[in-house]
């Protein structure tokens, strides 16, 4: 397990916390000023194009394909779980069954390759809400190498294409239009630290200069949501 430091907390915003409740259409906010609203990935999987994703479960059958997505995230938490220690700056729990000691080791690739590069973080696990449009949690909201950024670390079964991972640009941009709108920000980076479970790292970046592409693309995405109710 790795020895680097974690990077400094700093409270740069008195944020406020939306409160996630149960909701049969998918994950649901209440925001702070009272709305209920969907949650990012609750749009993004209403309006997501789902021939790829039926095709596998074809290909691999239904039932092992519910085996396979039910471990992958076991592996995802654990491995969340170990970096939000690290970050907040507790003992790593290394674990003794495969699942925790895979998630540890792929933990300290993100670490290694990402995290490191953190200059400082502002809040970690973190709701934020566009008001009476969407909310949702960010892992990460701080400065990477010299910015301000919304950063998310994720876990997958094997690298991913760049073709394969639009929906993540389009959820930091989701979050970073919420918290410059709530917190006059003028975020306009996004990070995604991703390690495979044979612990390949890739990161995927959301950048100033593709930023409008991105969120446009998600307030398409919002306006079919909203429609698809009228």
């Not at 995230?73 to 925790?100: C, D, I, S, W, Y």
């Not at 991972?165 to 306009?188: F, M, P, R, S, W």
Request: proline share 4%; hydrophobic share 35%; with cysteine.
């Amino acid at each position: 397990m790795i020895q680097l430091s974690p990077p400094p907390y700093v409270e740069k915003f008195k944020y406020k916390d939306c409160r996630q409740v149960n909701d049969i259409g998918g994950r649901v906010y209440i925001t702070p000023d009272g709305h209920t609203v969907p949650s990012v990935t609750t749009i993004l999987s209403a309006t997501k194009d789902m021939t790829h994703l039926n095709e596998w479960k074809k290909r691999v059958g239904e039932e092992n394909a519910k085996q396979i997505t039910k471990s992958a995230a076991g592996v995802g938490t654990a491995m969340h779980g170990n970096l939000e220690r690290f970050l907040a700056g507790l003992e790593r729990q290394p674990g003794k069954n495969m699942v925790h000691v895979k998630a540890n080791q792929m933990a300290d690739v993100i670490i290694a390759n990402g995290i490191s590069k953190i200059d400082e973080f502002w809040a970690m696990e973190q709701s934020l809400y566009f008001p009476e449009l969407y909310s949702g949690t960010t892992d990460l909201v701080g400065v990477f190498e010299g910015e301000p950024a919304i950063m998310d670390h994720k876990q997958t079964l094997k690298p991913k294409k760049e073709e394969w991972v639009e929906d993540y640009y389009i959820q930091l941009a989701a979050y970073a239009t919420a918290h410059n709108e709530i917190y006059g920000t003028d975020i306009k980076r996004g990070v995604i630290f991703m390690c495979s479970q044979d612990l390949k790292y890739q990161q995927f970046d959301l950048t100033p200069e593709n930023f409008s592409k991105w969120q446009d693309k998600w307030l398409d995405r919002v306006d079919t949501y909203y429609k698809s109710f009228s």
